[in-house]
Each structure stands twice: as C-alpha cells, then as structure tokens.
C-alpha cells in the first residue's frame, strides 16, 4: 500500500531507556512533526476520550493514568544491507496502560512511523482490550521503515534487529507484540525465534500472529477480517437490511479488506468498489473478490488487475482515486487502510450510511461530527477491528497450556466476545443518547477505571 529515504543517523539508546510521557519540548518525533496527518493523531485519541468522560464519572487518578502512556521506548536498529553498507532504522514500542493485564499490540513497519502515531495506537489498544474484555492493556510498535524497499534477507535482519533492541521491553507476562501494516506470519516467526535465540529456550507466548507450525493459532489470518463480519451481522439485524441491497465500497483492499470482501460477497453485498494504496476500482455491477485478488497478487496493484485478456471483460468498471472511492455513492464503506482517512475536509462529502471501520484510527473526531450530523453511523474501529487481537490472545493462552485448537473452535469462541461487546456497546449508545463509538469508550472505561481503582484512588488515601 503504503522511495526510500533513510532515516536520520541517532545516537543509539540503551534497550531500558524509557520515557514516561510524551516530551512537551518539541523534538522530530513528538506531535510538532512536519507531517500534519501524523501531529495531531494523539489529540484525536484524547478528544475521544473526553467526549466520553461527558457521560462517564471516573477518579482523577484514573483520567490522569489515561491521559499520558505509561512508557516508551526509542531504538536505533543498525542494519547491515545486501550491498555491504550500514544503515539505521529508527524504532519505538509503547506500553500504554496495563493496568487490565500484560500489554498486547502489533508491530508495523511503515515509512510514517512515528512516535505520535505509536503513542495513539496503543492507546486505542487499551481501549480496544478493554471494551471486549480481554485481560490485556495496551501497546504498540512501529519501525521508520519501506519494507518493499528491503530485501526479503535485509528484512529479516530488520525483523531480528528490532526484537533485540526492545527485547527488555517485551515478554509473555510483560508485553506481547504481534503482526500489524506490513509485517505478517514469516516476520512474526524470525522475531519469535529471535526471542527465543536470545533466550536460549523457547518462550512460544512472547509473540502471536506466528504462523501454525511456530505456535499460531487456527483462524488468525482471517480473525480482524471475521471479528468485523460477526459485528457487522448483528448491526444488520438490528436495522433489518437485506444484503442483496446493500452496495459496499471497500479502501483498503489488504489480508483484512480482502476477507470480510469475500465474506460479504458471499451473503450477497453488491461490492462495487475496492482499493489499495496505487488506486481503486468502481464497477456498475458487484466485483468478486476473489478475482481481484488473484490478479492483484500477478499484477502487484489494482490498477492491472482488469487489464489483461479476458479479464478485461468480467465487469464493466472505471478507474477512480482512493479519495473518489471515499466519496462513492455506496450503503456502507468499509475503511482497512490507515488512521486520518475521512477527515473535516472530505467528511461532508461522504455519502455512506455506515461505515465500519476496520483500520485503526480511519476517522478524525471533527469528522465524527460532521458524519453523525448528516446521518451516518460509524461501527467503530475500537469495537469492529478487535477480532485480530481477540485471537492473538486466544494464541496467548494456547501456548501458555500448551493447547492446539482447531479452526472451528477458535471462530466458535470468537464470535461470542464479539456479538457480546457489540450487544453491551450498543445497549449503553441507546441509553446515553449517543454514538457506537462513545458508547465503546464508556465501556472500555469503566472496566479500565475500576482496574485502577481497585489499587487504590486518592479518595481512599484522604479518607
């Protein structure tokens, strides 16, 4: 989706060296950084949680616990490259909050890595633990980095690299990473064996998203893609749709916008348009995504995949932007890119009923606004994209006892945690007279504030 640039050579920092907050002096990786879709991303995640505090009464020690992550950590990771040079990759891993359990999160290896951007991720992974009840807190970790850039050999160096400038970050009862944009199965397995080389024994819990033969578990590649299908069946049932009506547009046209495609085109969703990051297609009939993306996988992008042969001739379709796709006159638009995609500026022109959200963060709080003013309901991402780390915790606990359990078992777990916290997330946005996503943030609170609570709040202390 997402031409190499190298980031700036840094003094390398030792593997314990944390910060408690963010600095407010403003330094190239705090929210001052030039690129204005990445410095406001951790304001967006505290408007949120304000918002919610306006129907919610927590302790002050709690709200003052959630306004700032609890430590970070910044590495320099030197990689040695094919041709002989050395370069240096900048790193973060965040720990938000872990007052619920070990912290849990992905790792994503992507050129817009930044601080900020980790920061906020790990705080919506708190939320997102919380609100589905798993006993988790959360985090987040990103590397500065396009992976398309490197060789399959230079990424696993980058892989095993990072794992050892955070490895005294980490750990099965400490904090838990796992796969997010650009890292998969085969990184999680080189980073996983790094972790137990550096170990010297096998520690299979320390991180999930591996592939079966390395400890994974049954289902996980389909799980945020399958999470958000289990909700997005009760939103239907609750509004009585008939999927042969519905029209979807999908961005984000990746392992979970590829699944919950195919899966919709299945109950019989007219899919009418898709995207990756290199363009998007629009078609006045329903798309298959199957198709798609085998031709996709040949052609290496979307803007190939109706161009060749035959393939020319299954659907009549027109090439349109990634931004015309937001904007396309569609049911429900589901969002599996990246974070800041439907913002105050396109908001108004989004013409989309439902939205789902699938990646993190896709929608800014001014355009949560707007969206709600004209009509839309978001099913928000804190609520529909937690299937991924529902069954990373589901791996979690099956190499912790050393259990090995089978597709069928895994999808029959999930899609009670995921209907349940649907069912409570929307009981809790009728009484309070207001949005899913809200709705998510007062559930994920109250169970994270009497978490903190319970060890004691400065009432207790003055009374």
Same mark, same amino acid.
């Given at each position: 989706m997402p031409k190499k640039k190298s980031?700036?050579? $840094?003094?390398? @920092?030792?593997?314990?060296?944390?910060? #408690?907050?963010?600095?407010?002096?403003? #330094?190239?990786?705090?929210? +001052?950084?030039?690129?204005? @879709?990445?410095? !406001?991303?951790? +304001?967006? #995640?505290?408007? $949120?949680?304000?918002?919610?505090?306006?129907?919610?009464?927590? +302790?002050?020690?709690?709200? !003052?616990?959630?306004?700032?992550?609890?430590?970070?950590?910044?590495?320099?990771?030197?990689?040695?490259?094919?041709?002989?040079?050395?370069?240096?990759?900048?790193?973060?891993r965040v720990h938000y909050n872990d007052v619920l359990g070990p912290t849990k999160g992905g790792i994503r290896f992507h050129p817009q890595v930044s601080l900020d951007e980790v920061t906020s991720l790990a705080f919506w992974m708190t939320i997102k633990t919380a609100a589905v009840g798993l006993p988790f807190g959360g985090a987040k970790g990103g590397v500065i980095v396009d992976p398309k850039s490197l060789s399959k050999k230079e990424l696993e160096r980058l892989s095993r690299g990072y794992i050892r400038a955070i490895y005294d970050f980490i750990g099965p009862d400490k904090d838990i990473p796992a796969p997010d944009v650009y890292t998969n199965g085969l990184v999680m397995a080189w980073m996983a064996d790094e972790v137990n080389t550096i170990a010297r024994k096998q520690i299979p819990a320390a991180i999930t998203g591996k592939p079966i033969s390395q400890g994974g578990s049954q289902g996980r590649e389909e799980a945020t893609a399958l999470g958000a299908y289990y909700v997005l069946k009760e939103h239907e049932k609750a509004n009585s749709w008939a999927p042969k009506k519905i029209t979807v547009a999908v961005q984000g046209f990746g392992n979970a916008g590829y699944h919950i495609t195919q899966m919709l085109h299945d109950d019989g969703y007219q899919i009418k348009a898709v995207s990756d990051s290199k363009g998007a297609l629009l078609a006045k009939k329903t798309l298959d995504p199957k198709s798609i993306m085998e031709h996709k996988e040949k052609a290496g992008k979307l803007e190939g995949v109706f161009c060749h042969g035959t393939v020319c001739d299954l659907v009549d379709h027109e090439k349109i932007t990634n931004a015309a796709l937001l904007e396309a006159d569609v049911d429900l638009l589901i969002l599996a890119a990246l974070e800041n995609q439907i913002t105050k500026d396109n908001a108004k022109n989004i013409k989309a009923k439902t939205i789902l959200e699938i990646a993190n963060g896709p929608t800014t709080p001014e355009a949560d606004e707007i969206l709600e003013k004209s009509g839309s309901v978001i099913i928000p991402d804190v609520l529909a994209n937690s299937g991924g780390v529902t069954v990373s915790y589901f791996e979690w606990v099956q190499n912790k006892r050393g259990l090995q359990w089978t597709e069928k078992q895994v999808h029959k777990k999930l899609k009670p945690i995921m209907t349940s916290a649907y069912a409570d997330i929307a009981k809790i946005a009728k009484e309070k007279k207001t949005d899913l996503r809200t709705a998510a943030y007062i559930h994920a609170l109250k169970r994270i504030s009497q978490g903190i609570d319970d060890k004691g709040t400065a009432s207790y202390f003055q009374g």
């Open positions: 980031p700036p050579k $840094q003094e390398p @920092q030792k593997n314990h060296s944390l910060k #408690t907050a963010p600095e407010k002096k403003p #330094t190239p990786e705090t929210p +001052s950084h030039k690129n204005p @879709q990445q410095e !406001t991303t951790f +304001s967006h #995640t505290q408007a $949120q949680l304000q918002k919610a505090l306006k129907h919610l009464k927590i +302790s002050e020690d709690a709200e !003052t616990l959630l306004e700032h992550p609890k430590e970070s950590l910044q590495v320099t990771i030197p990689l040695r490259m094919d041709d002989g040079s050395l370069k240096t990759f900048q790193g973060y």
